[in-house]
């Protein structure tokens, strides 16, 4: 029985007018191009590239904090820009990288945690003290915890105060945008595995941004590859670390540091130029890093070739 659409993006772009100095013309940056993806309910998908590719705008997107420019986007069913702010609180809430920057310093951690309740306004004091404490305790936190500062926590623990904030109001997607690349790496594997634990325990659905390739492996169950504001390969997520198909997967894949001695830094071809959202080249937007590239992939737009599960944008595929 296939599972129901918790997220579903058709035709998305997303263009921001931009400008260099006081006295620049104003150009236009594409950062999502005619995106389009569907997560079904208690999947999840991870998007992966390199920074600056746009893979944080879907995130954005789906929230509600950017509207598209063209496409729509709903969310089990609902169109997300014309739900109510609170309902849309109530269904989806966000996971963001820093949790320093995220949290108020000023403010107790109980107190943290409890604002999406109290903004909701319709749950008496001592019912959102006993969801607060329900919370905490559920992400790995005491309360005597939750009456510090996020000053007085580690990394590790503002995370998790993070976690617990978008939880409180038992959102049934969840949007995590690189929501480890701030921590130490044992501290990530145990951020991960609350993660992945109650994603199990509560159903939730996750769209996870990351530029870690290991740690995309080890959550998702899709993983769609981003680069210049498009997805240029989709797969389940074995299939795509076992057998990628686009070269950019393969690069990227190529690039990932081994911790054998003296094999140094991988060299993987792509050059010293990153790609300019500004300046998209004609053709297959990758053709000028590509190490396989022909002369059609400058001219030629890729087609999307289907795969179970997703698909591969490359002339050269098979």
């Given at each position: ?79 997300i820009l014309a739900m109510d702010r609170k309902a849309r609180a109530r269904l989806i809430q966000p996971v963001f990288q820093d949790p320093f ?109 990351s530029h870690n390739l290991a740690v995309v492996e080890h959550v998702a169950s899709d993983v769609a590859v981003m680069y210049l504001g498009r ?9 795509l670390f076992a057998h990628p198909e686009h070269p950019y997967t393969k690069a990227l894949l190529a690039s990932v540091l081994t911790p054998e ?58």
């Amino acid at each position: 029985m296939t599972a129901p659409i918790a997220i579903e993006v058709k035709g998305v772009r997303k263009t921001f007018l931009v400008k260099d100095g006081l006295l620049s013309k104003p150009r236009h940056v594409v950062a999502v191009d005619d995106v389009s993806f569907s997560v079904p309910q208690g999947g999840v998908l991870g998007v992966v590239g390199e920074s600056g590719c746009g893979k944080s705008t879907p995130a954005r997107l789906i929230l509600g904090l950017l509207e598209p420019s063209a496409g729509e986007i709903t969310v089990e069913g609902q169109k997300i820009l014309a739900m109510d702010r609170k309902a849309r609180a109530r269904l989806i809430q966000p996971v963001f990288q820093d949790p320093f920057s995220s949290l108020n310093p000023l403010t107790r951690v109980r107190d943290i945690v409890a604002m999406p309740l109290i903004a909701q306004g319709t749950l008496d004091r001592a019912t959102v003290t006993t969801r607060v404490e329900e919370m905490l305790e559920r992400v790995g936190l005491s309360r005597e915890q939750g009456t510090r500062l996020p000053t007085e926590l580690s990394g590790g623990q503002r995370q998790r105060v993070a976690i617990a904030r978008a939880l409180v109001l038992r959102p049934r997607i969840v949007v995590c945008d690189e929501p480890t690349s701030a921590l130490d790496v044992s501290v990530q594997a145990q951020i991960l595995n609350l993660l992945a634990e109650l994603r199990k325990d509560l159903g939730l659905t996750y769209l996870f941004i990351s530029h870690n390739l290991a740690v995309v492996e080890h959550v998702a169950s899709d993983v769609a590859v981003m680069y210049l504001g498009r997805f240029v390969e989709r797969q389940p997520t074995e299939t795509l670390f076992a057998h990628p198909e686009h070269p950019y997967t393969k690069a990227l894949l190529a690039s990932v540091l081994t911790p054998e001695p003296g094999l140094g830094v991988p060299d993987v071809g792509l050059g010293d130029t990153l790609p300019d959202p500004a300046n998209i080249p004609p053709g297959c937007r990758f053709h000028p890093r590509c190490p396989i590239a022909e002369p059609r992939c400058s001219v030629e737009r890729p087609p999307l070739k289907p795969r179970p599960g997703g698909g591969v944008e490359c002339l050269l595929v098979p």
